[in-house]
T-cell receptor, first 118, second 112 residues
């Protein structure tokens, strides 16, 4: 089956620094990747949709200047949390979609990245 | 508007009991997909099932079964003879126009 990896799996950083999270589709090309955020004991919240070679589409309320998304290739999307603060601490999950947005396309999820900002 | 409701925040049962997790959805689409995912403490989402709106047949996979009823807009999930390893948060989701609409999740605790 399709595999999506995320790196790192856990990261602790100091307040004010930036952190980059990578999402890779290992055995397929993903024209679209999604970035989710999950707070403890809550559901997944879609942050943005990223299409290869174009700007990401952010959901309402998500600061695009704070959460920089780059989808430079068909197998890699990155999320950079800039000037991180403790309230950015969360579990970040990416998913990758196999095809070009057909109705029955499938999303495959990465294992998640736990970010802790001290 | 599209919405997924998982009214059960947390369920606790003793091992070997059967347990049903409820999922009610709202959509105006005639064609849609419904999903169940398991999220163990490690955090990694585990895909369990995908069901399209045209297929109302119930599905059974080992100890897992799903009951899809369009008449009540429900897609319930039953675990038979629960085991401690089934302890996790379970999410129901609806495939919308281009994104997944997630329920709030149900935390399932299986006590030995």
């Amino acid at each position: 089956g399709a595999v999506v990896s995320q790196h790192p799996s856990r990261v602790i950083c100091k307040s004010g620094t930036s952190v980059k999270i990578e999402c890779r589709s290992l055995d397929f090309q993903a024209t679209t990747m999604f970035w989710y955020r999950q707070f403890p004991k809550q559901s997944l919240m879609l942050m943005a949709t990223s299409n290869e070679g174009s700007k990401a589409t952010y959901e309402q309320g998500v600061e695009k200047d704070k959460f920089l998304i780059n989808h430079a290739s068909l197998t890699l999307s990155t999320l950079t949390v800039t000037s991180a603060h403790p309230e950015d601490s969360s579990f970040y999950i990416c998913s990758a979609r196999v095809s070009e947005g057909g109705f029955d396309d499938e999303q495959y999820f990465g294992p998640g990245t736990r970010l802790t900002v001290t | 508007a599209q919405k997924v409701t998982q009214a059960q925040t947390e369920i606790s049962v003793v091992e070997k009991e059967d347990v049903t997790l409820d999922c009610v959805y709202e959509t105006r689409d005639t064609t849609y997909y419904l999903f169940w995912y398991k999220q163990p403490p490690s955090g990694e989402l585990v895909f369990l099932i995908r069901r399209n709106s045209f297929d109302e047949q119930n599905e059974i996979s080992g100890r897992y079964s799903w009951n899809f009823q369009k008449s009540t807009s429900s897609f319930n999930f039953t675990i038979t003879a629960s085991q401690v390893v089934d302890s996790a948060v379970y999410f129901c989701a609806l495939k919308g126009d281009y994104q997944l609409i997630w329920g709030a999740g149900t935390k399932l605790i299986i006590k030995p």
